[in-house]
C-alpha cells in the first residue's frame, strides 16, 4: 500500500466485478476514489467505500450515483468528485452491460440499450474528464481508460450488440488518443480476455441455451487460451494501475500514439 497520495481517481461500474477491483487497486497504490454505479448497486457501493476507508485510511472516498447514459449525471459525478476531492487525474470508464442474443432475435431495444451504455456512456466520460483535466492545466495532465474488451477486436456469437458496442469504445478511444495527447492526457482501453464475473457467467448460461447444452463457454475459452486458465479481476486492475502510472506516459492508443491496434 501506498502513503503517498497519487491524485483522484474516478470508477464507474465499480459496485461490482472489475470496476470493483479497479477501485480497490486504485486506493491501495495511492489514489483517492471516486466510486460510481448505478442506483441498485447503491449497497455495493457504500460497502466498498466502508472497505476501502477501513483498509487504506489515508484515502479519501466519494459516493456518487450516476447513470453514465445520461449527459447531466456524467457532468454532475465529476463535479461532485472535483469539489470533494480536489481535482481528477484518472477516469476509469468501466460502466458496461451485456445482453447475450443471437443476431436475428436482437431488437432495437436491446441493440440501443446496450449502446447506450457501452458507447454512449464512455462517450461521456471520456468528453467531460477530459474536459476537467485539460482546465486543470497542461502541468497535471491525466489518464483515461474505457472498457472494451475481447469481443471488442473479434465479433463473438451471440454477442453482436455487445462486439459492436466494444469496437466503438476501441474507435472512440483512439481518436480521443489523437487529440488530447498534447494536453498530456493519455487514453487507453483495457479489452481483456475471458475474466471470471457475472458477465461472463452470463455469457456462459447464454450460450448454454442457445446450442441446447453442445456448447461449454469456459472449457471453449480455457483451451483456446494460451495459458489454458481464465483471468481474474484483479489481472485487469493491475493493467489499469500501469496505465494510470507515470511510468506509462508514452502509452497512448498503444506505442505512443503512431500505430493503433
Sequence with gaps: ???????????TGSGQGIGRAIA????ADGFDVGLSDVEANANKLEELAEQITAQYPERKVCVQLADV??????????????????ALDVMVANAGINRVIPLVDTSVTDWDAIFS?????TFLCYKYAAQQ??????????????????????????????SASKFAVRGL????????????????????GPIETAMLEQFHQGTIEYTKGTSN????MKSTSAVGYLGNTKDVASLV?????????????????????
Excluded at 24 to 27: E, G, K, S
Excluded at 173 to 187: F, S, Y
Aim: proline share 2%; charged share 20%; aromatic share 8%.
Design 117 to 121: 451504455v457501452n458507447a454512449r456512456g
Design 133 to 162: 483535466m485539460m482546465a486543470q492545466g497542461l502541468e497535471r495532465g491525466g489518464r483515461i481508460i474505457g472498457a472494451s474488451s475481447l469481443a471488442g477486436k473479434t465479433g463473438h456469437r451471440f454477442l453482436a450488440g455487445y
Design 173 to 192: 478511444t483512439q481518436a480521443a488518443a489523437i487529440e488530447l495527447g498534447r494536453n498530456r492526457i493519455t487514453v487507453n482501453a483495457y479489452a481483456p
Design 1 to 11: 500500500m501506498s502513503t503517498v497520495r497519487k491524485g483522484v481517481a474516478i470508477i
Design 241 to 261: 494501475s500501469y496505465l494510470v502510472s507515470p511510468e506509462a506516459h508514452f502509452i497512448t492508443g498503444i506505442d505512443g500514439g503512431i500505430y493503433f491496434d
Design 24 to 27: 480497490n487497486r486504485l486506493a
Design 69 to 86: 447514459t445520461v449527459e447531466e449525471q456524467v457532468k454532475e459525478l465529476i463535479w461532485t468528485v472535483v469539489i470533494q476531492l480536489g
Design 217 to 220: 463457454l469456459y472449457e471453449e
